[in-house]
């Protein structure tokens, strides 16, 4: 049974507890489709909390969910381009839905905005979660964090026409 959950917009006071749920993740979920060395050069770039605060008052539609006492358990990131940068819920949390029910807030933001498409560039973990959403696999991409060959998946939705609101 999935918990009970609320999602709402970013708040200064957020930064803190979502740059711990992005280490979380990777720490503990990354062993899961990467080898050490790929998950050691991906928290070599993990977002520090200041650095998620600044990135977040940039405009874009950042969305975290919380639990049922309003904690911050996952969050993301809806840029004006159509770019999900960020998808990571707390490991504690993981497989209850919540990754979907934040790409689904995100969709709902992209009709709003009429953004004709949606993508993000979803880790092993993650792709999944937007296959089922509807995305589509565009490509398997190869790059390098420190030296360190890691890869990812570029995945686009195309936001229906007429589906504002």
Same mark, same amino acid.
């Given at each position: 049974?999935?918990?009970?959950?609320?999602?709402?917009?970013?708040?200064?006071?957020? #930064?803190?507890? %979502?740059?711990? @749920? /992005?280490?979380? &993740?990777?720490?503990?979920?990354?062993p899961r489709a990467y080898r050490p060395?790929?998950?050691?050069?991906?928290?070599?770039?993990?977002?520090? #909390?200041?650095? %998620?605060?600044? @990135? /977040?008052?940039? &405009?874009?539609?950042?969305r975290v969910a919380l639990d049922q006492n309003g904690a911050p358990i996952g969050f993301g990131d809806l840029a004006k381009t159509g770019h999900i940068h960020f998808l990571y819920v707390d490991p504690d949390f993981a497989g209850q839905g919540i990754g979907r029910a934040l790409v689904a807030e995100f969709l709902r933001d992209a009709r709003c905005q009429s953004l004709e498409t949606v993508f993000s560039d979803a880790s092993e973990l993650a792709r999944p979660v937007f296959l089922r959403a509807g995305f589509k696999c565009i490509a398997r991409q190869e790059h390098a964090i420190s030296r360190t060959r890691i890869h990812n998946y570029h995945m686009c939705f195309a936001v229906p026409r007429g589906s504002g609101s």
């Amino acid at each position: 049974m999935n918990p009970p959950i609320s999602i709402r917009s970013y708040k200064k006071g957020d #930064a803190g507890a %979502l740059a711990d @749920i /992005y280490r979380k &993740g990777v720490e503990r979920l990354g062993p899961r489709a990467y080898r050490p060395e790929q998950v050691a050069a991906w928290l070599s770039i993990a977002p520090s #909390a200041r650095d %998620l605060d600044r @990135i /977040y008052c940039d &405009g874009r539609f950042t969305r975290v969910a919380l639990d049922q006492n309003g904690a911050p358990i996952g969050f993301g990131d809806l840029a004006k381009t159509g770019h999900i940068h960020f998808l990571y819920v707390d490991p504690d949390f993981a497989g209850q839905g919540i990754g979907r029910a934040l790409v689904a807030e995100f969709l709902r933001d992209a009709r709003c905005q009429s953004l004709e498409t949606v993508f993000s560039d979803a880790s092993e973990l993650a792709r999944p979660v937007f296959l089922r959403a509807g995305f589509k696999c565009i490509a398997r991409q190869e790059h390098a964090i420190s030296r360190t060959r890691i890869h990812n998946y570029h995945m686009c939705f195309a936001v229906p026409r007429g589906s504002g609101s």
